[in-house]
């Protein structure tokens, strides 16, 4: 990670107390001390029974234009001696990083991520880290239980106007790597190539003299293959409109409001009536993971979800935390009260039984692995080579879904139930090899 | 708005369905028709009593960005058809925005916002407003209860591990607006001119050899004013510690763990034993605005607060929806089942006891409003006329933060307690001058 400082400096999105250690350890010599922080969290959200990791491409991303040029040094004056701006200045992270691949589930006590330099090297990360992690690992996890939920049916994201502008792109990315068939969010779309899909809005029936002038206008646009929405006024007649105006190869028809199951069970009807057995039923409105899960016996064929979606269902962020856990080889951790850490740098194993069926996940201390079986997999993969990234780094978004997928294939049945519980898998520490 | 296409282009954060619908009212000429968009609440979150108006200082400068460069276009030629992308290549809001102030309360159905303009004009902004006011208004709602809580103690918002980190910004300024003290974010600090503070991790004490040692270091490095972190190990040698090496005159100690409110007690009488009574504390670790107002009776100087601030403490977006609410001078709105609106333009004025208490909100149509007394005071401001920011547009953030201390003294005081129940005063909607 050399070269010029690239456009849109990540450095600054970090926390002063970062900035201010990384000045008095320069100062006091202990900036070069060989540190291993560990990213992980101590506990799912309550009930929940996996994590899914998410970030990591971000985070890799963002990491190659975390640099301080001229200008993040000249808002940095007032906050650190000019020693540590000339240090700052020529900022590059030469460390290493290990870490879950994208996609993977994880658990309580998971390393996660692991970052490998020296003290300033590492600590400087953690606010960035933990951001991104703590973001997308919440809307993953909670887009994993939608995508159970819909026992197949496509799920399209549509919370882009529900959080915030950024966080919105971040949230489609994370949805369609937990499975999300698409994204309304252009900027995803443009970013990470997700496939972007929408239907219409009800201002926009509303724009026009009625209902069919609305959905012929849309029709001659979009085609008949488009998905009309037909709540406005009254669904009755808006399914009747709809089938009037575009005909019985109608892609689809939305319906946002009221009680989803009888309403899409109603429109189903009249659309078989109307001869439009193919038109496709799409409902959204304020669902999540539980009512489209009450929904699978209804005749529905895609689910538009939003507002559960980007604020994680519950759990807006997953509850990571950055830890040192290791100085010059020797094992640290906090000693006080409630939240202790185990020190010493950690790597981790999922076992699984013959069957494919994942048993436990074995956390022990790196480079002293436990015996491992034929059915065990280590989890961490390397990401950062001395500053650089490696080609496990560059996994395209498509693999981490495919990795999901059969992440949760291999979980126990209880694990993916949705309702509160313990984690699908226990964690078990060796704290000796 | 005019000129060239400005550096980061905020027009693909915003949902396909937008540049469809302004692809369809082109080619059917319904995208010319005058509309008029509000934006507002329904509902304020469960059990509160207010909400915060905030993002209309961040709305303004994205629309200055909202513009399709030749990037933006060519992510498009999927979406749209030709003649839309030379439309949006011309793109630039030419109609009119008028809103409550930055740090004004709102209530169910107050008319936050409104935008006027032809439809394609104003359409195309819904994504993006929504995304800043839901992500905004709810940070700055939670704030300002916590503002209440901490009864005049100065509040530090260090949240931005726990939420995206572009949102940690924003989250940072709500915060501030609502009458935070500090963030320990330092793009916040760059971008907004917020006040940036910070004291140390529990990686500073396990990097060093002892915690005197990393005493001293951040003693040397930031001076006796600094905060040491007392509780990596043991809270009571910590603070020994502390005093020892930064004498008497130590800043103030920070306790992150445990039980927080006895722990100050003991911390006080420690600190005062040593001599050390000008000595501050500071509390963290997951405080909501209930374990703040919890800990009023304790000797607490200040409190940092994250996770709880970040994700709108319960309440993570604020509910705020945009809608088609006059065409052509024409009242329109949803009719169908649950989630229906008041068509027509609104404005709206809060009416006050002679005492100064607030006592109701009016709504009423739009340049129709009703007799008004002395004590009504009209809330919305022209913030966007033809296309240009006004001077109202460009207030500064103290003048926000001075307008909701003002607004939250002016609430009868059933209406600042933080158990749930009813907004804190009513609303009423008058639909005939």
Not at 212 to 240: H, K, M
Not at 243 to 249: F, L, Y
Not at 299 to 307: A, L, N
Not at 337 to 345: C, Q
């Amino acid at each position: 990670m050399t070269g010029p400082v690239p456009e849109g400096s990540t450095a600054l999105l970090t926390d002063r107390y970062e900035l201010t250690m990384v000045a008095a350890a320069l100062a006091d010599g202990t900036a070069d001390r060989a540190c291993v922080f560990e990213l992980f969290a101590r506990r799912l959200p309550d009930g929940r029974r996996y994590g899914v990791v998410a970030g990591t491409g971000r985070l890799l991303a963002a990491l190659e234009r975390f640099r301080f040029g001229e200008a993040e040094l000249a808002a940095l004056a007032q906050v650190v001696d000019p020693a540590t701006l000339d240090w700052l200045r020529d900022y590059r992270f030469t460390g290493d990083v290990d870490g879950y691949p994208e996609g993977e589930l994880y658990f309580p006590g998971s390393p996660v991520l692991t970052v490998t330099g020296t003290f300033a090297d590492a600590v400087i990360l953690e606010t960035l880290a933990l951001s991104i992690y703590n973001h997308d690992c919440a809307i993953a996890s909670a887009a994993a239980r939608m995508v159970t939920a819909s026992a197949g049916r496509p799920l399209i994201e549509m919370g882009s106007r529900r959080t915030h502008e950024e966080a919105a792109v971040a949230a489609a990315r994370a949805a369609y790597l937990a499975g999300f068939a698409t994204t309304s969010n252009l900027a995803a779309g443009r970013r990470y190539g997700i496939p972007t899909a929408g239907t219409a809005a009800h201002a926009w029936v509303l724009l026009h003299d009625d209902e069919r002038a609305a959905f012929r206008s849309q029709v001659a646009a979009l085609g008949t293959g488009t998905t009309l929405l037909v709540d406005t006024y009254d669904i009755r007649t808006g399914i009747a409109n709809a089938v009037e105006v575009a005909g019985t190869g109608l892609g689809a028809v939305r319906i946002d409001s009221g009680d989803l199951g009888e309403m899409a069970h109603q429109a189903r009807e009249q659309l078989d009536a109307l001869g439009a057995t193919g038109t496709r039923i799409v409902l959204s409105g304020d669902l999540d993971e539980y009512a489209i899960a009450s929904l699978r016996a209804e005749p529905v064929d895609s689910y538009g979800v939003g507002t559960s979606l980007v604020t994680g269902s519950g759990a807006p962020t997953a509850g990571m935390v950055y830890k040192l856990v290791e100085v010059d080889g020797r094992p640290v951790s906090k000693r006080s009260t409630s939240k202790e850490s185990r020190g010493g740098r950690k790597s981790a194993l999922r076992r699984y039984k013959p069957t494919g069926t994942a048993v436990e996940e074995i956390v022990f201390p790196h480079g002293g692995p436990p015996a491992t079986g034929p059915h065990d997999r280590e989890l961490p993969v390397p990401l950062v080579r001395g500053g650089e990234l490696t080609p496990d780094a560059a996994a395209p978004l498509e693999d981490s879904r495919e990795r999901l997928r059969a992440a949760l294939v291999a979980v126990p049945w209880e694990g993916l139930k949705l309702s509160r519980g313990e984690p699908a898998i226990p964690t078990t520490f060796v704290t000796e090899s």
